[in-house]
Nanobody, 115 residues
């Protein structure tokens, strides 16, 4: 059973930065893609960023130019570098890994941005 463990969340002032980590229990290259999602109170979970097996990336319009998804295959870890944070970035951030037949979620990490 694959496990994903997120870390790195916290409280930060607007304009600040955080780096989230998602550590997988197996090789990240066993997944077609890995993703970061977020869910703010009272809102639906939304896709923030994706990194595919080939290294290509995609971002939600709301975070383009501010967030960067990356990976370290030696550590089986995917990162989300978040810069120029805004109060509207406040949410629980989740890591997701997808294969052709399965998908796995982490437990989430809270990010709170104060104004």
């Amino acid at each position: 059973q694959v496990q994903l463990v997120e870390s790195g969340g916290g409280l930060v002032q607007a304009g600040g930065s955080l780096r989230l980590s998602c550590a997988a229990s197996g090789s990240i290259f066993s997944f077609n893609a890995m993703h970061w999602y977020r869910q703010a109170p009272g809102k639906q979970r939304e896709l923030v960023a994706t990194i595919a097996r080939d290294g290509s990336t995609n971002y939600a319009d709301a975070v383009k130019g501010r967030f960067t998804i990356s990976r370290d295959s030696a550590k089986n870890t995917v990162y989300l570098q978040m810069n120029s944070l805004k109060p509207e970035d406040t949410a629980i951030y989740y890591c997701r890994a997808t294969t052709l037949f399965y998908d796995y979620w982490g437990q989430g990490t809270q990010v709170t941005v104060s104004s």
